[in-house]
T-cell receptor, first 115, second 115 residues
Framework: AQSVTQLGSHVSVSEGALVLLRCNYS??????LFWYVQYPNQGLQLLLK??????LVKGINGFEAEFKKSETSFHLTKPSAHMSDAAEYFC?????????????FGKGTRLSVIA | GAVVSQHPSRVICKSGTSVKIECRSL??????MFWYRQFPKQSLMLMAT?????????EQGVEKDKFLINHASLTLSTLTVTSAHPEDSSFYIC???????????FGSGTRLTVV
């Protein structure tokens, strides 16, 4: 079964500093990979997704992620953190198969941004 | 982009009553919808996969008689929590697969509190 591991349940950065949230997947076949953000008591908003095109994926709000097959990783980065980036971030994976395949989520990483 | 509308956003009910949560895909047809449950400060756990016109597929440990799922049309799936108890209090989120874009769109979630 597909799975993803997010390293670090909580990451704290200063405003303006680099954001790096780590995600590793377990699959012998490159899956589809996603990063979502969740604000308190809200649903999930898609930041970006990897579906086999370019390995460097650019998303919304200045975020990007690089798919590295050799490292089975899909880490999320942003060059300069804003206070509004403070939220919960989830990495998720799905098979490349049919539409019946659900997303499987990592445990999430809470990002705090310090002024 | 694809939009999934989920209602209600919040509901408080008495123990022993039933609550229905609706999810509608607004601008696309969702053959498959997924229902997740999220406890505070935790990740999303898949409860069931809902397919239009057929019975839902439940994950292990999810009581199908307690969490009734109906997917009667290509744009509507409902989750009914029957005979709710305080331990059913949680955040429930639906998701629909948008095959056009290899994506998953999430509803805004429903905060259920059983008193």
């Amino acid at each position: 079964a597909q799975s993803v591991t997010q390293l670090g349940s909580h990451v704290s950065v200063s405003e303006g500093a680099l954001v790096l949230l780590r995600c590793n997947y377990s699959s012998s076949v490159p899956p589809y990979l996603f990063w979502y953000v969740q604000y308190p008591n809200q649903g999930l908003q898609l930041l970006l997704k990897y579906t086999s095109a370019a390995t460097l994926v650019k998303g919304i709000n200045g975020f990007e992620a690089e798919f590295k097959k050799s490292e089975t990783s899909f880490h999320l980065t942003k060059p300069s953190a804003h206070m509004s980036d403070a939220a919960e971030y989830f990495c998720a994976v799905s098979d490349r198969g049919s539409g019946n395949t659900p997303l499987v989520f990592g445990k999430g990483t809470r990002l705090s941004v310090i002024a | 982009g694809a939009v999934v509308s989920q209602h209600p956003s919040r509901v408080i009910c008495k123990s022993g009553t039933s609550v229905k949560i609706e999810c509608r895909s607004l601008d696309f047809q969702a053959t498959t919808m997924f229902w997740y449950r999220q406890f505070p400060k935790q990740s999303l756990m898949l409860m069931a996969t809902s397919n239009e016109g057929s019975k839902a597929t439940y994950e292990q440990g999810v009581e199908k008689d307690k969490f009734l799922i109906n997917h009667a049309s290509l744009t509507l799936s409902t989750l009914t929590v029957t005979s709710a108890h305080p331990e059913d209090s949680s955040f429930y989120i639906c998701s629909a697969r948008d095959d056009r874009a290899h994506g998953y769109t999430f509803g805004s979630g429903t905060r259920l509190t059983v008193v």
